[in-house]
């Protein structure tokens, strides 16, 4: 039954490395991907209340109510008492993906009063940062926290140089959006074979579920901007992409509130609250 395990075990870890280099290698041999040139013309280009490009700004504030009320769910003191985490080390991926919502509410909303490239750096900046926040929240839960915390770090630098890069060539002529791209999609796509293979340590995976479908979701109001705005010239699809995403993330809130009622009930049983290693090394025995 252990060597079945292991082999289990095995094939994941092997079909998640593969996954990782696919990613990589489709980003390498790709021809260079341009910012289109007409990606900063938005449909609704209203001015309300003062404010240029109104409902595309305003629409970034539920971010930062998301960000907030994640960030609250993880250092409170309720989460403290009650460990919302099996390790404590958890809560800084989600710190980062949190944090990242409230710093996208200034980095976007300061890019909608007046698009351009330069100011597209501080949307996506936040941005990638949330991605690699995520990814590294569900390496530390499925597969290992040492993973988790040995990655962290290299990938937010990883996310954070993505947009460097892609500004970069833009300065040189060459715009190149390949390596944010990855960062972006190639971090869901590896967090979705996450939650395909590995089993869960905690409950709640349905928010997260969820949250991913809102996020998709969002990606295509994005991309049917103008025809949404045409239908009755009330709210675009930018607009209503930046909702929709601000409700993916409070999905996640959902799902850490609901982890914090499961991990309550798991108090019965000591040995859930340690991780591996610790079981390993004796610290979990009575």
């Known amino acids: 039954m ?36 007409a990606y900063h013309l938005f449909a609704d280009r209203r001015c309300l209340l003062g404010i240029p490009n109104s409902l595309n700004v305003l629409s970034n504030l539920p971010f930062g109510i998301v960000g907030l009320l994640g960030l609250a769910a993880i250092f409170s003191r309720k989460a403290n008492q009650t460990g919302l985490f099996f390790d404590r080390w958890e809560r800084w991926p989600y710190a980062a993906l949190f944090g990242s919502g409230v710093l996208t509410t200034v980095g976007s909303g300061y890019y909608h009063l007046a698009p351009d490239n330069a100011r597209l750096v501080w949307d996506r900046l936040p941005m990638s ?32 140089a993505s947009v460097g890069y892609w500004y970069w060539t833009e300065l040189q002529n060459s715009g190149d959006l390949r390596l944010y791209l990855l960062v972006q999609f190639g971090s869901l796509l590896l967090v979705v074979l996450l939650l395909a293979v590995y089993p869960a340590r905690y409950q709640g995976t ?31 699809g930018h607009t209503l992409k930046h909702l929709t995403a601000a409700g993916g993330g409070a999905c996640l809130v959902a799902m850490l509130r609901v982890r914090a009622r499961s991990v309550i009930a798991e108090l019965t049983c000591p040995l859930s609250r340690y991780t591996d290693s610790e079981r390993s090394s004796g610290l979990g025995s009575s």
């Open 2 to 37: 252990i060597s079945g395990m292991r082999r289990l075990l095995t094939a994941r870890n092997s079909l998640l490395g593969a996954a990782v280099i696919a990613c990589v290698l489709t980003a390498a041999i790709w021809p260079p991907i341009p910012q289109p040139s």
């Open 129 to 160: 940062v949330g991605f690699m926040g995520l990814l590294t929240a569900l390496l530390a839960e499925r597969v290992s926290v040492l993973i988790g915390r040995r990655l962290f770090v290299p990938l937010l630098v990883v996310g954070a």
């Open 206 to 236: 349905g928010y997260l579920v969820a949250g991913l479908v809102a996020y998709a979701a969002a990606k295509g109001f994005e991309l049917a901007d103008q025809e949404i705005f045409e239908l009755g010239q009330i709210i675009s």
